[in-house]
């Protein structure tokens, strides 16, 4: 059958490799990437493994590609993500070659980076100096004139005041000079001043600000003490001259100095950018060559080696219509080495259970993501994604139904689908932007249905259109409309209020979407569509599990396990979709009684009566039953749904045990008698009052509807109706706002809320309601070995 | 009744969900593009089928507001049944 119908046929196959070829061979199979391999060692570590050594080189080289980028970035340089023209893998030489040129070009930046830091450090402490002699200037001139006054009162006193000068962190400052003033006793004197512009840390990057301050004590031992101080606040002390010329001269020299040193740092780093430059431009290539070839080094240590040691053996899950591709594969691989002895692959057959592989394209791709999210198809079982690309989108829109709200979602989704190269491009990181660009045909198609629910429910941002004419007029004189107490009127259909011979052509009439009493009109409307859509998908849901039993020859299920779930399902509630358009069909305002609106009987009151076998009310003039006949053959539809029940039950076991035990059935294999019975005693019971209750939950189709038109009401209603019936000049300038509330509110409750909302009970509705009949869903998925997802995957 | 309505939209439906997958384009593709056009054929057309169904024959009739039911009469064709006179 075509494609997505069931998963595809997998062989597992033996591949004979030629040692010197595997490299070429592992490499083209990555390209093509339909082989999963199997680990054929696994009782080997990852250091026991015969390519441990290669995949070390490969870290290696990962680890100096990984450096270069990182300097790269520091300076400021960008490092683009390679999509397209992805660059092959390079053959063994050239690999050695590659190596060769990461190592120099590592040592390279490295030894660069390091006498750059180098000259950064000794541009600081040039600069720190040239501070604290032009800054203590002022300091010396004060104290000068304050030991000139002093000498001149204590002539006893001979002891030079001594000083250091230095500069420390602003912050610590205050500290500092507490300490000092503690440790001296009073005894130290601390003159600090501001330098303005801040000093930049060359290994960290941080900026920090810095003073100068000279510190004035006498004797020997408190200088000790002074420099312990500046030492533990790691303040960094510069030798500074006395006198006036001695500053000077060291500080022209200081400054000659910091010319020079800054004429190398320059230097210094253009060199360093000329070399980031011309790596610059191979580093994107480089990074996918050095993780593709760790990619190859880790499948090859999957593989065994053959017991002559003459070859390895891999084996791997292949896609039955790919064989021919990997055959070339092989060939290729030999042939780009020239290799004489032909490496070829060997079909085995095998009674393991192959992974699940289902080919999709982009558009296909996202409903099968939905499927696939809540549990992977067996292999070869029926594969819901088909009919989800429609019925997903379908019951979505009957729960968002609104004209105006599906044409936003159909544009979005638009958008995405025609600007889909370009935006596939960006790879962006945002995980909601791409759980909705993953979305984007799923989000087309509920705008396009939604479009189409949204006329049927003439429904447009809650209001109506009068597109085919109403059906309903008005029977009414004009003094009766005009004298009514009540303000209201009801138009009896019996009357003269219908146009003759004619209902509103395509959705619902606008008459009813004006009234006061619309909802009592859309309740009884929108559930029984829900019950009708409801019955309809489950019962196309249990017919599915006769695919499967045809499929994997369980023919014998058919009678004993399909033909009892059918039947109750269809007797009892595709029974009472019957009686729901049987009501709409025969009972009509101008027939008379017993098929007038009078008489008009409640389906669910029958269908419970049925169910208990009892009798109905009705009022006089009217019938019991809706059509002859109708309690015999409610009656034997309720027996033969009831006897369904012990044919579920007691059909496959019994079979079971008449057929010679367990044999020859695929999973029930190993199962004693026992939990046969137990299992199908399970089954029973869970799939009669599934039944009630998924019938019931489909009722959310109506519940969901009637909340979407309820807010669209409100806010309509309560926001721009406010800015619609203002009255002068003055009420166009508050309308502008108001429309931008209520535009902003419809897109952020209706459209984006309203729609995850429906959405998640869709999902719902097809992962219980709709694939518990038939889909079991353990199976595991096809993960082959492919460059393109593991360059991906890396990505993030 | 009037059965107009009800043969035009299942022809359309029809044509949807039975004539173009026989005509679909044969490719890889053709089961999945058979498969969206029948399922899209019949949910559409069942859909319409009950909003019909449902306003064929109306039970109760919409209660609507004075202003309504003046507008619906001016707007929508049909005029007021003339008053009688009154005879006294």
């Given amino acids: ?796 | 009744m009037g059965a107009l309505p009800f043969i035009i939209f299942t022809a359309i439906f029809g044509v949807i969900g039975i004539v173009l997958p026989i005509v679909a384009p044969k490719g890889p593709n053709r089961g999945i593009v058979q498969c969206v056009l029948i399922l899209t054929g019949a949910t559409c057309w069942l859909f319409w089928l009950c909003c019909y169904m449902a306003q064929m024959n109306p039970l109760i009739g919409p209660k609507l507001h004075q202003n309504t039911i003046l507008i619906m009469a001016r707007e929508w064709g049909n005029q007021l049944p003339v008053n009688p006179e009154p005879h006294h």
């Fill in chain 1, 1 to 796: 059958m075509g494609a997505l119908f069931r998963s595809e046929e997998m062989s597992l196959c033996q591949l004979f490799i030629q040692p010197e070829a595997a490299y070429t061979t592992v490499a083209e199979l990555g390209e093509i990437g339909i082989a999963q391999f199997r680990d054929l060692n696994p009782e080997l570590s990852a250091f026991q493994r015969k390519f441990t050594a290669e995949v070390r080189r490969c870290d290696e080289m990962e680890r100096k590609v990984n450096y270069i980028k990182k300097e790269l970035i520091k300076d400021g340089m960008e490092v683009k993500d390679l999509f397209y023209n992805l660059p092959p893998v390079p053959n063994p030489r050239e690999f050695i070659d590659l190596e060769a040129l990461f190592e120099k070009t590592e040592n390279e930046i490295l030894e660069l980076s390091e006498n750059f830091n180098q000259l950064l450090q000794n541009f600081q402490e040039l600069t720190e100096l040239r501070y604290v002699l032009e800054r203590t200037q002022s300091f010396f001139s004060e104290h000068v004139s304050n030991y000139e006054g002093s000498k001149a009162e204590e002539a006893g006193e001979t002891q030079q005041l001594g000083f250091v000068a230095g500069v420390i962190e602003r912050e610590k400052v205050l500290g500092f000079e507490r300490i000092l003033w503690r440790i001296s006793r009073g005894n130290v004197f601390l003159r600090h001043a501001d330098i303005e512009t801040p000093f930049t840390d060359p290994k960290t990057g941080r900026e920090h600000h810095k003073n100068v301050f000279v510190a004035f004590f006498q004797g020997d031992q408190l200088k000790t003490r002074v420099k312990k101080v500046c030492a533990g606040y790691h303040a960094s002390l510069y030798p500074c001259p006395n006198n006036y010329e001695e500053r000077d001269d060291m500080l022209k020299g200081v400054m000659t100095r910091l010319q020079d040193l800054t004429m190398v740092i320059n230097q210094t780093k253009d060199q360093r950018q000329r070399v980031l430059v011309s790596v610059s431009k191979d580093l994107p290539k480089w990074i996918i060559i050095v993780k593709k070839i760790k990619a190859i080094y880790h499948t090859m240590n999957l593989f065994n080696i053959d017991v002559s040691g003459k070859c390895l053996i891999g084996e791997c899950w292949i896609p039955t219509n790919d064989l021919h591709l990997v055959q070339s594969a092989l060939t290729n691989g030999s042939n780009v080495v020239g290799s004489t002895v032909p490496s070829f692959m060997n079909v085995i057959a095998t009674n393991e259970n192959p992974p699940t592989f289902n080919r999709t394209n982009r558009f296909t791709q996202g409903f099968q993501n939905l499927i696939d999210a809540f549990g992977v198809a067996n292999y070869r079982e029926a594969n819901p994604a088909l009919y989800t690309i429609i019925t997903f989108p379908f019951l979505f829109a009957i729960m968002f139904g609104d004209l105006g709200h599906g044409i936003i979602m159909f544009l979005f989704g638009l958008w995405m689908v025609t600007s889909e190269k370009k935006l596939l491009m960006q790879k962006s990181k945002n995980e909601i932007w791409n759980i909705f660009f993953g979305g984007r045909y799923i989000i087309l198609l509920m705008g396009f249905f939604s479009m189409y629910t949204g006329l049927i429910y003439n429904d447009c941002f809650s209001k109506t259109m009068n597109i085919f004419g109403s059906s309903w007029k008005i029977a009414y004189n004009e003094s009766t409309i005009m004298n009514n107490t009540e303000g209201q009127l009801q138009l009896n259909p019996s009357d003269d209020s219908l146009v003759e011979g004619r209902t509103y052509p395509f959705g619902l009439d606008p008459a009813w979407m004006l009234a006061t009493n619309k909802i009592i009109f859309l309740n009884s409307f929108k559930m029984k569509v829900s019950i009708i859509f409801g019955v309809v998908h489950m019962i196309f849901g249990v017919i599915m599990s006769v695919v499967n039993y045809n499929h994997f020859r369980r023919r014998s299920s058919i009678i004993l396990e399909f033909l009892p779930q059918i039947l109750f399902l269809v007797l009892l509630f595709a029974y009472m979709v019957f009686m729901m358009f049987w009501k709409w069909f025969r009972f009509s305002p101008k027939s008379q009684p017993p098929y007038s609106p009078g008489c008009a009987p409640s389906v669910l009151i029958y269908f419970i009566n049925m169910m208990l076998f009892g009798e109905n009310k009705y009022p006089d003039g009217c019938e019991e039953y809706m059509f002859p006949y109708q309690q015999e053959v409610q009656l034997y539809f309720v027996i033969i749904a009831l006897l369904c029940i012990p044919w579920m039950l007691l059909g496959k076991p019994l079979f079971i045990m008449c057929t010679g035990g367990n044999k020859g059935h695929g999973d029930h294999g190993d199962e004693p008698m026992s939990e046969i019975w137990i299992h199908q005693a399970i089954h029973t019971i869970e799939y009669v009052l599934n039944t009630i209750s998924h019938t019931a939950s489909y009722l959310r189709l109506w519940a969901l509807s009637l909340a979407h038109a309820q807010l669209s009401e409100v806010l309509w209603g309560m926001v721009l109706n406010i800015g619609l019936t203002q009255s002068l000049y003055v009420g166009g300038a508050i309308l502008f706002p108001i429309f931008g509330a209520w535009a902003v509110l419809t897109l952020a409750i209706l459209v984006m809320m309203e729609g995850l909302s429906a959405f998640l009970h869709t999902l719902r509705l097809h992962w219980v309601e709709f694939m518990s009949k038939f889909y079991t869903g353990t199976g595991y998925i096809f993960a082959p070995f492919h460059f393109k997802t593991i360059l991906n995957e890396e990505e993030d």
